[in-house]
């Protein structure tokens, strides 16, 4: 999946292209055939490039048209370079601002020379780091671990209620988290899925998209029309949710 892209799993389809004296890469993403289909490019916030094709394009014409939007990809490669030259990297201080489902929080770091342990929790509208001796590493690390316990335990329990409501899906499938920058989820064809826990500061429709898509490819491993028909029944408004998931790559994948 997107810049983190949820489409972007399984075996994906990595090409590099040529202009003047510069290179980049693209994501190659088939779609089903419908009657309007175009090859189209996009540039997502976190600079990947993805190229979606109708099903049964051929490789030579979807290269070629690349090309004709290489100038136009180039540009937006620069600006989104260019912005993230002024974003500022956290300083895991009071008052900055994290999201958790959809939702802004603010930072509360507080020093509390009698608390050996350092403690995170979710206050009222802040996210409170508490504890003894709080530089900016174990601040960020307490960061990291809330959110990782609160992926852990969101995502099992949106799993455990998809699950019902798909008639596929018997049981939970093994699932982990790792790290990712360009998705986020992917499922093996032996059905093991992985999901980012950036994911968390999503809201929930957008977690549940993403659940959704690996759970999909359980019963179709491609981005088969049979696979969007899947994603159509159960979640119609599903690319919406994705878009504007992708929207928002770049700053949920930013700092913890
Ligand atoms: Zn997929």
């Known amino acids: 999946m ?37 090859i189209r490019v996009h540039v997502h916030p976190n600079g990947m490039v993805q190229v979606d094709a109708p099903e049964k394009s051929q490789l030579p014409e979807i290269k070629a048209a690349v090309q004709r939007r290489a100038k136009w990809i180039l540009k937006h490669l620069d600006d989104i370079e260019e912005r993230n030259r002024y974003v500022q990297p956290r300083a895991w201080v009071s008052g900055e601002s994290m999201l958790y489902l959809g939702r802004r929080y603010v930072l509360k770091v507080i020093d509390d020379p009698s608390q050996r342990k350092v403690t995170c929790k979710l206050i009222g509208g802040q996210l409170r780091v508490q504890g003894k001796e709080l530089t900016t590493e174990r601040t960020q690390k307490a960061v990291r671990q809330w959110y990782r316990d609160r992926a852990e335990d969101v995502f099992q329990r949106r799993l455990t209620m998809m699950v019902e409501a798909l008639p596929w899906a018997k049981t939970i499938p093994d699932w982990r988290m790792i790290e990712m920058q360009t998705q986020w989820g992917s499922c093996s064809p032996e059905g093991a899925v992985l999901l980012n826990p950036h994911l968390i500061k999503a809201n929930t429709r957008a977690i549940d998209y993403v659940l959704l898509h690996e759970l999909c490819h359980l019963l179709e491993h491609n981005h088969s029309p049979r696979f969007y028909a899947l994603l159509d029944r159960f979640m119609p408004e599903w690319r919406s949710v994705k878009e504007r998931l992708d929207g928002q790559a770049e700053q949920l994948l930013l700092g913890a």
């Open 2 to 38: 997107t810049a983190v892209d949820a489409t972007q799993d399984e075996q994906p389809s990595v090409y590099q292209t040529r202009y003047g004296e510069r290179t980049f890469s693209y994501h190659l993403c088939y779609l089903p055939e419908h009657k309007k289909a175009t």
